[in-house]
């Protein structure tokens, strides 16, 4: 973890930007989500105060600082309690899909075979298909059974992003499980299941991140994907960006901008961050993208002709050695 | 060595073979997740307006109280013979549906393409050969940021643009009810079938522009940074630097070389993409309104037709399939070395 | 401040002078090349060999200019009597091809796999020289692909249906299309079988003759430098140690490290593996003096401390045998030592290098 910090902190240039800006962008967005009871002014279903109704689409104000919707809720309340069920959902359903699929490639990769060959079949279809389309599926069949609040949503994301764990954890378990039966026969003692953990955890470790932050900023929009089209989250269980804008839509084309503006500036906001969090992560951790930024070679005399004097990035090749 | 390990025929006979384990596996995923529904779909679509005694003779209706292998193999082998059932709330085919409203998604997706293609590639290829300057740092940032924001959120922006600057221009519908109206259908395509009978075709055009460019604009941005990839990667190619240490300038080593090389796996992976534009089409289409099976699958999911949605998702997953294999064959057509 | 050689009356094609090629590195500058001199005139073939990662690759690359970002050259480079590095980068490159041309060590990946090998010739042709008709393109390309041993039946296929020997006799077809007046094989035979690497030699020797062509021939094999060149360099850790006729130098070699380097060529008569001590030093922070020294079982006390210059030092032919090496140069008595100099070095002072 310690080695991880100090790769990070190594990468210089703009890809260290990329991910700082990616992460404070994110960090914000998840204060909002921990505090909003405190930050929001309003309630995410609350649509009068002290007895009065809101106004409906008032403009922005110094009262509504973002406005209200044509529900008569305040825009920048919905903003920030939906920070809250983005974070919730997403934190849910990459929880889900981890626990599903990490055992699932665990499984295939260790009994290979015929079990092998059919999951990672299986696993490559439901990769193949739309997301969003899947995602439609498992809302609508959930529905029914799980209603429709964040814990529904969450679910239905599952399926959509199982098999990308399911695929890293099960090629590294492949790998190793090779090594370690050459190792396992010469090794005294050392049983299988602790090599395993050992390099499989320390490999797999490495890439969730990576995946995990992607996946994240994917389950973001195709649940506001959802709350657009009618599948997702109801107003009255929680605030959900994507249904704002569906809402919106109508009051659009009449040029009322307020309410499309804002929640939609948040979703690209946040999916955006977490795409630079994840992207940055992927320059910094793997090795063969990482490009150091190293001065031009120059010669000790001033009538030598210098090259440009801003220094140049190259690919990493630590051991000095050249042709 | 010599260069016929394989013949073109024979690649593509194999490529279409192998349609059919990727169907049946699609295929059964679909029934799985439709048949593991908590829930029964019969009460669901009844709404509690009919009683268990009427429910019984529905389900009978449906064959959904046989025995779930019958019900496999009956949906495997409609599905071999095209057959998607009929909606159960209102009865239509959904053959018809997807005869009626698949035109409208065609174009849709073609226009984006084109879109993503036109706008896509040049950023690429500029971002590709001016790699790490500041131009290319900014067309990464736009390739990342466009496909972030939700394409429901950019078509609003759009349609809120373009009223502000005239309001005469259409930013709902694939054209004006007069223009449908008239048209006679022969495709089903209405963009053809306005070329073909001389309607209008500008009414129809002006419609599509709008949702293809909110469309295309996602996708552009999986062409840009795809392209920038490649592009780097082929500058990077052995070929590259011998035509370099011919004289070659740099500006055909380039074009000539590094882009052509790397537009080969740009082509293969943006037709792979057509799963992605299915899943944008959707919101695409109800954002705009457009008739197409993206609204129809909506509509059907908020009516609980179970029917209905099993018989277009089971369209898309076809598409999916036949169109991944499409590409394989035109790839196979452009690159010499590849052959089985 | 070229060396012209003695019995040399033509302008060497190429003259280097104190050239050197740094790359751009974490730890400071990459010293691949670093102060190497050598000329080659019109029609001869020069050898370069060395261990891998002594920057004989380097070299050749940094002749033509085909170096990466961040990397430097210094010193002095004649072309046809030009000095490149005064030019500006534009100028500098407007030689590649015409003038200087270059073969390289993989000929699987050279060639660019969706354009015909008809096109590559036409695409070289029309770039140095434009006003050719398509039937000259044509021609001259046919001529060239003849002398190569390429069938004008092939002329119209792609790199892929090619074999790999093949394919690097159609690069040096390629390459010496244009004429240019000298040219850079860097490793050309290294990837092949050795039957297609005696055809490609004997190519090579072809083209000298029919064209006149100037050669620099980069490889570390030794047998090929003494079947197909005239003259030979030994390169070491950016330097390089001893220049001269190439029977000369394998019949006689002058430096402890071409010495070794020679024993330990493996043939017929081999009873045993000869092989030297250590390994090639880093070349962010050489080590002082004569780079060999940490290796040299001949190495006396200033080797360590200075830099020995070159010095011609032993035959007749081509003008001599430049070494740069203490020892041999106290063997031909003009080397200047003290007493405390020409000391053994001390045999420690070796196994501790052995980590560099």
Known sequence: MLRLARRLWGTKGLARWILLIGIVITAIFVILAIFAPWI???????????????????????????????????????????????????????????????PLGLLSGYAGRATDKLLVFVMDALYAFPSLLLAIVMAFLLNAKVGN???????????????????????????????????????????????????????????????????????????????FLGLGIQPTEASEWGYDLNRA??????????????????????????????????????????????????????????????????????????? | MSSSRGSLPHYIAIRILLIIPMMLVLLT???????????????????????????????????????????????????????????????????????????????????????????????????????????????????????AAPIFWVGILLIMAVN???????????????????????????????????????????????????????????????????????????????????????????????????????ITVIGLQVAITLSGAVLTENTFNWPGLGTDLVNYVLARDYVAVQGLVTFFAFIVVVVSVVVDIVNALVDPRVRY | MTMLQKGMPKEPVIAAEDLRVWYAGPAGPVRAVDGVSFEVAKGEILGLVGESGCGKSTLGRGLLGLLPDGAARDGSLLVGGRDVLAMSPKEARRLRGGELGMIFQEPLTRLNPLMRISDHFAETLKVHEPRLSRKEIERRALEALRVVGIPPTRFRAYPHEFSGGMRQRIMIALTLVVRPAFVVADEPTTALDVLVEAQIIRNLHELRSEFDTAMLLITHNLGIVAEACDRVAVMYAGRILEIGDAREVFANPQHSYTRELLRSVISLETDGLHYIDGAPPDLVAPPSGCRFHPRCPDAMVVCAQRSPEEKVVAGTAGGGTRVACWAAERRAGVADLGPEESRPLEREAISVADEA
């Open chain 2, 29 to 147: 995923l679909v029934f799985i997740l439709l048949r593991v529904a908590p829930g029964d779909p019969v009460s669901a679509a009844a709404g509690g307006k009919l009683n268990e005694h009427e429910l019984d003779l529905r389900r009978h209706a449906l064959g959904l109280d046989r025995p779930l292998i019958v019900q496999y193999g009956d949906y495997l082998w409609d599905a071999v013979r095209l057959k998607f059932g009929n909606a159960m709330s209102d009865g239509t085919p959904v053959t018809t549906l997807i005869r009626d409203h698949g035109g409208a998604t065609l174009t849709l997706t073609v226009g984006a393409f084109i879109v993503a293609i036109a706008l896509g590639i040049p950023l690429g290829r500029y971002a590709g050969r001016y790699r790490d300057s500041a131009a290319d740092a900014g067309i990464r940032l736009f390739g990342i940021v466009v496909y």
């Open chain 1, 249 to 323: 839509l109508d009051d659009a084309q009449a040029g009322t901008w307020w309410p499309a503006l804002f929640p939609g500036l948040a979703i690209v906001l946040l999916i955006t961050a977490l795409t630079f969090v994840g992207e940055g992560l992927n320059e910094s951790l793997n090795p063969a993208l990482v490009r150091r930024r190293v001065k031009p070679a120059r010669f000790d005399r001033e009538d030598v002709p210098v090259l440009a004097g801003d220094e140049v990035e190259v690919p990493d090749l630590s051991g000095g050695g050249t042709r």
């Open chain 2, 164 to 266: 502000a600057i005239d309001r005469s221009w259409p930013t709902s519908g694939i054209a004006s009810p007069v223009t449908i109206y008239e048209v006679p259908t022969h495709t089903h395509i209405l963009l053809l079938d306005s070329l073909i009978a001389q309607y209008d075709v500008v009414d129809v055009l002006q419609h599509h522009v709008l949702p293809c460019l909110a469309l295309g604009l996602m996708l552009s941005g999986i062409v840009t940074r795809l392209t920038r990839v490649n592009v780097v990667q082929a500058l990077k190619g052995d070929y590259v630097e011998a035509a370099r240490a011919r004289g070659i300038p740099e500006s055909r080593v380039v074009r000539k070389h590094a882009f052509r090389n790397a537009l080969v796996p740009v």
């Open chain 1, 40 to 102: 929001a002014p309003y309630g995410f279903a609350q649509n009068r105060v002290d007895g009065a109704k809101f106004v409906k689409l008032a403009h922005p104000s110094g009262e509504h600082w973002l406005g209200t919707n044509d529900q008569f809720y305040d825009i920048w309340s919905r903003v920030i309690w939906g920070a809250r069920t983005a974070l919730e959902v997403i934190l849910l359903s990459v929880f889900f899909s981890l626990i599903v699929g990490v």
């Open chain 1, 149 to 227: 609040g964040v814990v529904a949503a969450a679910l239905s994301l599952t399926v959509v992003y199982i098999p990308q764990y399911f695929r890293v954890v099960r090629n590294t378990t492949v790998s190793v499980r090779e090594a370690t039966f050459v190792e396992a026969a010469r090794a005294l003692g050392a049983g299988p299941v602790t090599i395993m953990r050992r390099y499989l955890f320390g490999n797999v470790v490495q890439s969730v991140p990576v995946i995990g932050t992607l996946n994240a900023a994917d389950a973001l929009g195709t649940l506001a994907s959802l709350g």
